[in-house]
C-alpha cells in the first residue's frame, strides 16, 4: 500500500521540476533577468504555484547549464555579463574551431558544400527578433545561427572535435545573446556571408581569419570597457 501511494509522486514532481526549469531557462534567455540577477527560490516557487525542492531541483539543473550560478550562503544568481567564464569560453573556441574549420575546408566534400549553402540560406532568411519574445534574439534564429556554424565544421568528419564544439556552443549561448544586445550595430549578417564565402571558396587562411574575428567580437561586447562605450 505504502509503495502505491508514494509511486505517482515522483513523476508528478519530475514533471512540476520541468515545467519550472523550463519556465527559468526560457526567461533567463529572453532577458527577463539582467546579468548578476538574483534568482530567489521562494520568490519563484510563489510565482509558479509549487514547492522549494521543485524550484531548487530546476535551479540546479539551470546551474549545470551554465545559465545560473549557486552562491555560497547567497543561494542562486545569473551569471553577470563580465564574468571571466565567458572569456575563457572565448578562447577555447578561438584556439579549437579555427583548426577544425581548416580540416573541415580540406576534407568537405560537394554534398558538405550543399549543406553549408542551404545552412547559411536559412540563418539569412530566419528573422532574428521578434518583438513578442523579448529583446534578445529568438530561439528560432539561435538554432539556425547554431546549425550555420556547426555545419561548417562538419566537414571536418571527427565527432569528438564536433562534441567539443557542442558543448562550447551550448556554454556560450547566454553570453551571444547579451552579447548582441549590448552591441546592436554590429553586422553579424556580413560576417556570416564572409565567412561562408571563405569556405566555399576553400580558402581557409582568410576562413579562419574570418572566423576568430567573429569570435572574438562576441566576447569584447562583454567587456566592462564595451558597455561603457554603449
Not at 210 to 228: I, K, N, P, R, S
Amino acid at each position: 500500500m505504502t509503495q502505491t501511494a508514494h509511486s505517482p509522486t515522483r513523476p508528478g514532481k519530475q514533471m512540476l521540476s520541468e515545467q519550472v526549469y523550463a519556465h527559468l531557462r526560457d526567461a533567463i534567455m529572453r532577458g527577463d533577468y539582467s546579468p548578476g540577477a538574483p534568482l530567489k527560490p521562494q520568490e519563484l516557487a510563489r510565482e509558479q504555484g509549487v514547492s522549494l525542492a521543485v524550484v531548487r531541483e530546476a535551479l540546479v539543473r539551470v546551474v549545470g547549464e551554465g545559465l545560473a550560478d549557486r552562491l555560497p550562503n547567497r543561494g542562486f544568481a545569473v551569471p553577470s555579463f563580465s564574468d571571466r567564464r565567458w572569456q575563457e569560453i572565448a578562447e577555447a573556441r578561438r584556439t579549437i574551431e579555427p583548426v577544425v574549420l581548416r580540416m573541415s575546408i580540406e576534407r568537405g566534400d560537394v554534398d558538405w558544400e550543399a549543406r553549408v549553402r542551404a545552412a547559411h540560406h536559412r540563418l539569412v532568411r530566419t528573422p532574428a527578433y521578434v518583438p513578442e519574445e523579448g529583446e534578445y534574439y529568438t530561439g528560432t534564429w539561435a538554432e539556425a545561427h547554431r546549425v550555420f556554424h556547426r555545419t561548417l565544421l562538419e566537414g571536418c568528419g571527427n565527432r569528438a572535435l564536433l562534441e567539443t564544439f557542442d558543448r562550447l556552443w551550448t556554454a556560450s549561448e547566454l553570453a551571444r545573446r547579451w552579447s548582441a544586445h549590448r552591441n546592436p550595430d554590429r553586422d553579424g549578417a556580413e560576417e556570416h556571408r564572409r565567412l561562408e564565402e571563405a569556405v566555399l571558396a576553400r580558402d581557409a587562411d582568410t576562413a579562419a581569419a574570418v572566423l576568430v574575428q567573429h569570435l572574438t567580437l562576441t566576447a569584447a561586447a562583454l567587456t566592462d570597457d564595451a558597455g561603457q562605450a554603449t
